[in-house]
């Protein structure tokens, strides 16, 4: 459903609430929006109806914003952006006044941080796997866990002795 519709479907269901006593269209309408939030967020109705709630609120909210506060919130981003501007500017010249450092160094660290990412990155692949043997139900997926995990143990190790080798060296 476009933004659009959805708004204007809030829109007649706002004025359709506004009655004291709800004709029986208005109580099909009012479970048409209902039933179109638990399909559209795919949550459960008592979600749906404070989602729905919570969009006539948000509607209220813009209808009572007044065309000053319109025109003071354009003026505020228009500072800002310009402001955002400004700071990018100034950075990128600092960048260009840093003195160059020792590529060495640089080299070093570069390779370090290359060694941990990719330590980190496998680390976090075996606990997938691992998470993924012990949650398994099927003895298929178990089976394809663990091949996974053997298949990643000597790439863990090496990345394993890289790491701790760069955790004692110092720059």
């Known amino acids: 459903m476009k933004k ?13 609430t506004l009655n004291e006593s709800p004709s029986t269209e208005e109580i099909r309408m009012a479970k048409q929006a209902i039933a179109r939030f638990m399909k ?14 919570n969009a006539l609120d948000a509607l209220k909210q813009l209808e009572e914003a ?3 506060e319109i025109q003071n919130q354009k003026e505020f981003n228009d500072e800002l ?3 955002n501007a400004l700071m990018s500017k100034m950075a990128m010249e600092e960048e ?3 003195p160059a450092g020792d590529t060495e160094v640089e080299k070093k ?7 941990i990412k990719d330590f980190q990155r496998i680390e976090k692949q075996m606990k997938t796997h691992l998470e993924l043997f012990k949650t398994s139900e099927s003895p298929e997926n ?6 996974m995990l053997k298949k990643l143990t000597p790439e863990y190790q090496a990345a ?12």
């Open 81 to 83: 952006e310009k402001t």
């Open 4 to 16: 659009s519709a959805l708004t204007a479907f809030i829109k007649e269901e706002i004025l359709g």
């Open 109 to 115: 660290v570069s390779k370090q941080d290359k060694i």
């Open 96 to 98: 260009e006044d840093a």
């Open 142 to 147: 178990k089976e394809t866990a663990k091949n």
């Open 40 to 53: 559209y967020r795919n949550v459960g109705q008592d979600e749906a109806i404070r989602d729905l709630e």
């Open 160 to 171: 394993k002795k890289a790491y701790d080798e760069v955790r004692n060296v110092k720059v």
């Open 66 to 68: 007044s065309d000053e």
